[in-house]
DNA sequence: TCGTTTCATCGTAAAAATACGATAAAGGAA
DNA sequence: TTCCTTTATCGTATTTTTACGATGAAACGA
């Protein structure tokens, strides 16, 4: 029998193709810039908050954060309701948790 | 007493900042491409192959392919060891521990 | 020594990402 | 209607990333 201390610990499998990966990918390559970051911090403390207020909250451009949004928004990190003139931004639960799920599974 | 049901989910707190920020995002920002995160899922079954091995693996030229090694090297996915003329790469065990602790703790 | 192998780095071209001001669209208030 | 607020999109400039061929460095064998 081999002891348990010989078996290599196996430190990730990266078991994923196709559309999971490219999905995954998307979602990482979002993440990865700082401002978009910020952003998701943002959310999380501030769920539904208003384009406009994450606007105040950076320092850059409203026309910058509103590309920044949408990149958010294709990846599947957020998701925006329009209401009236605004739009209200809140974490999209579902993907995050397949996100954090398949990270789990293959690292 | 409220029910469990009505407790809300966090669903990811993000709470990460400074050094330890700026590291995760380095990370995830050199596996956010798609050549690289090959690479990576590679190394998983040819651990400790070198450069030429990866080169012949994939379809770009082998400056390429040495500019994407530092690019994961830097950001502490894999390790180099210098072996004659030729380089071993290996995955970064202890970074990627860290890697998919803090992912799991933050998401 | 001389040539070969292996790999990193240099210089540079092309593509993608990031940022901005200006403008357009759409809802609400007067 | 007319004006104001809010946000997305357009066009464009700048920066960063990605890719390549060429070159250099270092180890090895003949």
Redesign the interface.
């Known amino acids: 029998m081999i002891p348990l201390t010989t078996i290599p ?1 196996q ?4 078991d994923i193709d196709g559309a999971e ?1 490219k999905k995954l ?1 998307a979602m ?2 979002a ?4 401002t978009r ?1 910020e952003i ?2 943002f959310l ?1 403390t501030h769920p539904g908050c208003i384009t406009g207020d994450i606007v105040d909250y950076l320092p850059i451009a409203q026309a910058t954060v509103s590309q920044h949004l949408k990149v958010l928004r294709h990846a599947g990190w957020i998701c925006g309701t329009v209401s009236g003139t605004a739009t209200n931004y809140c ?1 999209d ?1 579902a993907n ?2 397949w ?2 799920s398949k ?2 599974q293959i ?1």
Not at 11 to 14: A, M, Q
């Open positions: 610990e430190c990730c499998t990266l990966q990918l990482l390559k993440i990865s810039n700082n970051f998701l911090k999380v974490l639960d995050i948790a996100f954090k990270v789990g690292f």
